[in-house]
């Protein structure tokens, strides 16, 4: 996310809090997302030598969150099934 949008969402109350550690764990929750990690740990390592992966690199991957993972679920508008779809797109993250 850009720096203008991140000013505007904050502005406009639009910052989820998320707990970092919290996070982390619902997103590799599973056999096939660990097993992805792996294969692309594996091939960058393989390509450049090393691997680097940010929390933010996380977020700006995630298709979808949880409702149960926001501290602060009033400032967003939850679907049916209490998700946001593609949240890095339309919200800013503050790590708690």
């Known amino acids: 996310m850009n720096e203008k949008k991140q000013v ?3 502005l406009l109350g639009k ?3 998320i707990n970092r550690k919290r996070f982390v764990e619902w997103y590799y929750n599973d056999k096939d997302s660990l097993l992805s990690l792996a294969s692309d740990v594996v091939d960058t390592v393989v390509s450049d030598g090393e691997y680097r992966i940010t929390i933010k690199d996380i977020w ?3 298709g979808y ?3 149960s ?3 602060n679920p009033e400032v967003a508008e939850w679907n049916e ?3 946001l779809e593609e949240p890095s797109g339309d919200y800013d993250v ?3």
């Open 65 to 67: 969150i949880s409702k």
């Open 15 to 17: 910052t989820l809090k």
């Open 60 to 62: 700006e991957e995630c």
């Open 69 to 71: 993972m926001v501290l």
């Open 94 to 96: 503050e790590w708690v």
């Open 81 to 83: 099934d209490d998700e």
């Open 8 to 10: 505007v969402n904050k």
